[in-house]
C-alpha cells in the first residue's frame, strides 16, 4: 500500500479498527477519509461509524476544501455509487433522466496533482486490485 505519510497510515488503521467490517468499500473510504486532514478532523460528520452509512449532506458543510470535497466525491462514489444529479435530459423513449454531477468525473476527481496517486490506489482497493 502507498499511503502519503506516517500519519496518513496511522489515521487509516484508526479509521478501519473503528469500522465493524473490513472489506473493499469500508478500506477505500478508511483510506480516503485518512488521507485528507481536513476530513480526518471531520469523520463523524461524513461518515456514521454507528449506522455504517455515509453522510452526504457532509459534503456540502462549510469545512469543506475544493481538494476534501473531491476526496468526499470519490469516497462517497466508491462506498456505493453515490453521484449528485447534474443536468437531466430526455432520453429517446421520452423519459427524463438525470446525468450525474461533472464534479465525479475522473476528469475532475483526479485533477489533483498532490493526491492523484493516492485516489488510484483508493480505486484499486476498493476494487480488491490489492488487498
Known sequence: MVYRNEKHKKDYE????????????????????????VLFEHIEVVYDFQEDCIKREGLNKGFQTGTSKKTTRLAFNLWNGCTDEGETYVDRDGYESSLPSIYYSPEQIFNCTAYAPYYWQAVQLRFEMIK
Open 14 to 37: 484508526s479509521i478501519l479498527s473503528r469500522m465493524n467490517i473490513n472489506d473493499c468499500y469500508h478500506r477505500s473510504l478508511a483510506y480516503l477519509l485518512a488521507l485528507d486532514t
